[in-house]
């Protein structure tokens, strides 16, 4: 009995290893045909993502070749970044950390860098942030700074938030409220008032679920602010948080000189509760703008008091 157990282990063992051997036979000949890919390279990377750790060796080595097209060793570096291995973490820092690599490369690295401890070179990704002059790579080492040095990436995605780049600002905004939270207000208010429409967007996105945000704050920046699209973001903002507080500048909003202003904060009134609704709307019923009344019975009808 015992002799038959060691001939069913030693049958699986030798089981294991063809199995091995096959496995890296296959692993062998996808990294091989991605070292002269064309556009059909993602023929060889996809199957490599599903082979995962067992084939990061191999395409490392096609990541590091210098002799290899620039375009090969891209696709085995985003087949690698996907795969995403603690085992490509040295070698993506060697080609991220090189002043010699090719800029494409060095960028292409962070994104197999997102996630994992980068205290250790900390300060090298600070320098580099500094050495170049591409926001889009910029902005993928401040990324990379969340993982090594928060402090430092706050600074550096404050110095992104400057940029022209309407996606860079965006992401660098993302990030600002993300690391000091309790200081998001200050960033989506400067982000509101601003003139990019994307990060407005955000910005108004955001304070809509805000835990930090104080009304008054809103409230303040619509006086103080002729802009319509200012106007209109703080009445939409306030709206859609149908706090009790807002009801009043509501009402007050639509005698707003503006028809996208009032119209917004009737239908922001709409939304609320009816009775507290009715007692801000009391006065204005005989308002001698007829915009105005013209509103006011539009929301009576919404929430059924007419």
Not at 226 to 239: C, F, M, N, S, T
Not at 262 to 268: F, G
Not at 277 to 304: C, H, S
Request: aromatic letters at 8%.
């Amino acid at each position: 009995m015992q002799s038959i157990k060691c001939l069913i282990l030693l049958f699986c063992w030798f089981l294991c290893l063809g199995v091995e051997a096959q496995n890296q036979h296959e692993i062998d000949s996808l990294v091989n045909k991605l070292r002269t890919a064309g556009r059909d390279w993602t023929n060889y990377s996809e199957p490599l993502v599903k082979i995962g750790d067992p084939a990061v060796p191999a395409l490392i080595e096609n990541a590091i070749d210098k002799n290899l097209p620039q375009w090969n060793r891209r696709v085995s570096m985003e087949t690698l970044n996907q795969i995403h291995s603690e085992l490509w973490v040295e070698p993506a820092l060697e080609i991220l950390l090189d002043d010699d690599e090719i800029p494409d490369l060095r960028n292409r690295a962070t994104a197999g860098l997102r996630g994992f401890d980068l205290q250790n070179v900390k300060t090298g990704l600070w320098d580099l942030f500094h050495e170049t002059d591409n926001v889009y790579f910029k902005s993928n080492l401040a990324q990379l700074m969340v993982y090594s040095d928060k402090e430092m990436a706050y600074d550096a995605f404050e110095e992104l938030y400057k940029t022209t780049s309407s996606h860079v600002q965006t992401s660098a905004l993302n990030n600002l409220i993300k690391l000091r939270p309790e200081e998001s207000t200050h960033w989506l208010m400067n982000a509101l008032l601003g003139n990019d429409w994307r990060t407005a967007n955000l910005a108004m996105d955001s304070l809509i679920i805000s835990e930090h945000l104080n009304t008054q704050v809103l409230i303040d920046c619509y006086a103080n602010e002729e802009r319509e699209d200012a106007q209109w973001r703080v009445v939409y903002i306030l709206g859609q948080r149908k706090a009790p507080e807002s009801l009043s500048f509501l009402s007050k909003a639509l005698k707003n000189k503006y028809w996208l202003v009032r119209t917004e904060a009737a239908v922001a009134l709409s939304r609320c509760n009816a009775e507290l609704v009715e007692m801000e709307l009391e006065p204005l019923k005989n308002d001698t703008a007829y915009f105005v009344r013209a509103n006011i019975n539009w929301i009576l009808r919404q929430l059924g008091s007419e």
